[in-house]
């Protein structure tokens, strides 16, 4: 297999730059609420509501995906699944009303869900002993993505029109075509004599359901941020393009904490580093939304940082803990716990309708308290040497 640059399989770049197309569309939705609430009629317990679809559509489907990805033909889900994503997702600014809106972001977020968990396992099957560091440059690649949607995605609505928006699609077909195209065949993720799904999981339930409540509390969080930070800096007086830079900043910060995240775990253990990283993002998170300026950027910015560093943690740390369908651990992990995570949100927004979005925001941020302590039961490191047994029983 020939090498790119790192020293990762050529395979695991395709899969990056097809990650970074996938989310940057699936954070199509919330740079252009500005624009959407006046035009559709809007409440903020409405785009609490249409963001819980997508979580549905985007992450708690994966978990579905993740287990046919086990035992079916996975190519088929890593080729169909960023094909349907960007190519429906493009149609967001066609919404005449709130169902056409809602269709449009399940039925494209059905083609993200199939697309990561097949995406997740290959890269970390073919990472080659490197499975922290290759599934960081995996992730980040989706977080850079992200960061980069919303100045992309604000800036052309605003310049062209929302109807013009299924014009994105154009740019990002063509690569996803010639990358796709060069996709190898996949062999099943799983034996087809080996037990898949989540009963095959059960051995490994205590780590792996602490792990899972940490990347659920961890996203509300996230996805609160992320969803309503756009709309508290318009309602400011900031311009749509403004409040989608911002949004970029943050998330930019947050794809340098993904980044680095699998390399601190890997030197100083994952369970100190969700711990610590959890802890050291809640002031800075609870303090931002009282400010205003340069100082809001940047204090918002260093609390994502910290926040998102234990992303790729997360997921490499519950394939070491239960080194079988990797798929469906995966899945778990990345899109079940998102999902779930995100499934809060339409509370969010009623409480920002009530109380105003700061508070909102700022009782948020203090949730990764909370699951900090859930890492304090966790093994103090899972690598190659420790034997499934033994993590399983801690």
């Known amino acids: 297999m020939s090498r790119r640059p790192l020293g990762l399989p050529s395979t695991i770049w395709l899969l990056a730059g097809t990650h970074l197309l996938v989310d940057g569309f699936g954070n199509i939705y919330t740079p252009l609420l500005p624009l959407l609430i006046p035009r559709l009629g809007l409440t903020l317990t409405a785009v609490g509501v249409l963001q819980m679809c997508f979580q549905l559509a985007n992450s708690v489907a994966q978990l579905g995906f993740g287990y046919l ?9 890593l080729i169909g699944g960023p094909l349907v994503a960007v190519s429906l997702l493009s149609l967001i600014g066609l919404a005449t009303n709130v169902w056409m809106l809602g269709a449009v972001l399940i039925a494209g977020g059905l083609g993200a869900a199939a697309f990561h968990p097949p995406a997740a396992a290959v890269v970390h099957r073919s990472a080659d002993g490197r499975q922290a560091f290759a599934m960081s440059v995996h992730i980040t690649s989706g977080a850079v993505g992200q960061a980069l949607g919303p100045v992309i995605f604000a800036s052309f609505a605003t310049y062209a029109g929302l109807h013009w928006t299924p014009l994105l699609m154009v740019p990002a077909l063509v690569p996803l075509a010639f990358w796709l195209r060069k996709m190898p065949a996949q062999s099943l993720l799983s034996g087809r004599h080996e037990r898949t799904g989540l009963g095959a999981l059960r051995p490994y339930a205590k780590p792996l359901t602490l792990l899972y409540l940490i990347v659920v509390l961890r996203t509300l969080t996230a996805v609160s941020i992320a ?18 830079a911002v949004a970029t900043v943050y998330l930019l910060a947050t794809s340098a904490g993904t980044f680095l995240g699998g390399a601190l775990a890997d030197r100083y253990g994952a369970r100190l ?33 910290l926040l998102q560093s234990t992303l790729p943690v997360n ?8 080194p079988i369908s990797a798929a469906t651990v995966s899945s778990l992990m990345m899109g079940f716990a998102w999902g779930v995570g995100g499934l809060s949100v339409p509370l969010v927004g009623m409480l920002a309708d009530r109380v105003g979005i700061e508070w909102a925001l700022t009782a948020m941020a203090a949730l990764p308290l909370l699951a900090a302590m859930l890492a304090l039961p966790l093994p103090d490191h899972a690598g190659p040497a420790d034997s499934p047994a033994s993590l399983a029983d801690q």
């Open 69 to 77: 990805a086990d035992r079916w033909k996975p190519r088929v889900l």
């Open 227 to 244: 969803t309503f930070t756009p709309v508290m800096l318009t309602r400011r007086g900031m311009s749509v393009s403004q409040a989608a």
């Open 273 to 305: 580093l969700i711990m610590v990283s959890l802890v050291g993002s809640v002031p800075f998170l609870m303090l931002a939304p009282g400010l205003t300026g340069p100082a809001f950027v940047v204090t918002l910015a260093v609390g994502g940082f």
């Open 315 to 322: 997921v490499t740390f519950a394939q070491t803990v239960a």
